[in-house]
């Protein structure tokens, strides 16, 4: 006797659900869609975290035992001796062939942090030589108007690097802007490709973002084992937290991303041996959160009310520092940590991109 085939599909479906074959017209599982799953784009959810001070009294903190004590990874430090070099291959670069690097930047809108960042951007670049210009657009221009101000500078040859300011305002897709920059100008490091390369084995990007490229650098400027370690980034941002798990895994960590949606994070936190945090939200990991002797990268620069302040406000990172210091091995503050290392990782980026620009040979 023959045994009527069944398709794998349906076998699958039969035996997750414990029902018999159903024939297409009778099961109802079949639609005018060839497969089931949705497209990507309709199910993203925006990473939206709660804020720590919701959550409840934690529990007892385990220490360092007595004899370690922790290390205060000095990012500025470490900042500051890489743009020194740069400093020194923009000035070799100009003596040799009259060309010095130029990087462009095109902000939306009046947010306090985007100007904020931005401004320290162009103090860092003009401290080491490389020509900053700007373009301002208002809060409610049309990405026809930002795209026009990306197609300007990727068409100018004397403009090397290309930083489009984000987040953008709501209204303008963000992905879709992002890849009008010349793959050859992003030093940011978000054009789909330069991702897309960081994602593959084998792969090389043009750029790899700023961030998680200097948070790869502290580690290694400590001598921070990566190979091998298991590592929890928290956020999952196209700007940082993405990235950074890729190049993590590209480190041949083992590599956990958790998102607001994540059960029981401070459980899967606790089994990191590094630990990078990008929710942005004030004193969200807590001591209790770590593994004794982990090392802790805090991205987040949370302002916070402060009338001590010159400025009526603070920065402080997603890390209750006071806490972390008892149990992590090494950390990066806030500020003066992960955020100088950025800044450097961009003028990195932009040298590299002007070398490349003019075959002039790299040591960046």
Not at 40 to 55: G, M, P, T, Y
Request: charge should be neutral; include cysteine.
């Amino acid at each position: 006797m023959k045994r009527r085939a069944v398709p794998i599909g349906a076998a699958l479906h039969s035996i997750s659900s414990g029902k018999r074959f159903l024939s297409p017209s009778t099961s109802g599982a079949f639609s005018n869609k060839t497969i089931k799953s949705p497209t990507l784009s309709s199910v993203d959810i925006v990473d939206s975290w709660s804020s720590a001070s919701k959550l409840p009294e934690q529990p007892c903190i385990k220490k360092l035992s007595k004899n370690q004590t922790v290390k205060i990874i000095d990012g500025s430090a470490i900042a500051d001796g890489i743009r020194s070099k740069i400093a020194s291959e923009v000035r070799r670069m100009k003596e040799s062939i009259g060309q010095v690097p130029s990087l462009a930047a095109i902000l939306v809108g009046q947010r306090r942090d985007s100007l904020t960042y931005v401004r320290n951007k162009t103090i860092a670049s003009e401290e080491v030589g490389i020509k900053f210009r700007m373009t301002s657009l208002r809060e409610d221009c049309t990405e026809s108007e930002v795209c026009n101000a990306l197609c300007r500078y990727n068409e100018d040859p004397s403009v090397h690097g290309i930083l489009l300011q984000l987040p953008l305002p709501q209204h303008l897709d963000e992905s879709k802007i992002l890849s009008f920059i010349s793959l050859e100008k992003d030093v940011d490091g978000f054009h789909p490709l330069n991702i897309g390369h960081l994602a593959m084995q084998g792969m090389e990007p043009l750029f790899i973002p700023c961030t998680p490229k200097g948070c790869i650098e502290l580690l290694m400027q400590y001598g921070v084992e990566i190979m091998g370690k298991t590592a929890v980034v928290i956020g999952r941002s196209n700007i940082v937290g993405l990235p950074m798990s890729l190049l993590l895994q590209r480190h041949h960590a083992t590599v956990t991303v958790l998102d607001a949606l994540t059960k029981n994070p401070e459980k899967i936190a606790r089994e990191a041996d590094i630990l990078v945090t990008a929710a942005g939200v004030p004193d969200l990991v807590r001591g209790s959160w770590l593994k004794p002797g982990a090392v802790v990268l805090d991205v987040g620069t949370n302002p916070i009310e402060d009338c001590t302040s010159e400025h009526g406000y603070r920065l402080v990172g997603d890390v209750c520092f006071e806490e972390a210091i008892r149990v992590a091995s090494a950390i990066t503050p806030v500020p003066g940590g992960v955020g100088p290392m950025t800044v450097a990782m961009l003028l990195c980026n932009t040298l590299e991109a002007a070398k490349r620009a003019h075959n002039f040979i790299t040591t960046c």
